[in-house]
């Protein structure tokens, strides 16, 4: 299994979000915990529903990731573009990290 980490949207203002180690929220693909085996994603998307029951985030669901040195990074186009933000305005990008 690839690693993966847990991402959803905030409802307050549709910002993508990833699903820390202590059940928080975070702009950070970084910040993730990160499952490295199918029992550890269970736990994680465990936490996942209990947090999203009593938070403002909807649809958590699982990705996988790439990085093994240095910072994680969400795979795949769909969530590349997730995580920097829409790519018709440039605008509209969060900061990247450096």
């Known amino acids: 299994m690839s690693r993966r980490i847990v991402t959803a949207n905030r409802l307050r ?22 499952a490295r085996d199918g029992e550890a994603l269970t736990a994680l998307l465990r936490l996942a529903e209990t947090t999203e029951a009593g938070s403002p ?6 990705i996988a990731v790439e990085g093994e040195a240095g910072p994680i990074r969400p ?10 933000g829409p790519t018709v305005r440039p605008d509209l990008k969060r900061p990247t990290a450096a």
């Open 13 to 34: 203002d549709g910002a993508v979000v990833y699903l820390t180690a202590l059940g928080r929220w975070s702009e950070a693909p970084a910040d993730a915990a990160v």
């Open 57 to 62: 985030v909807v649809g958590a669901y699982a």
């Open 75 to 84: 795979q795949g186009r769909r969530e590349s573009i997730r995580a920097v």
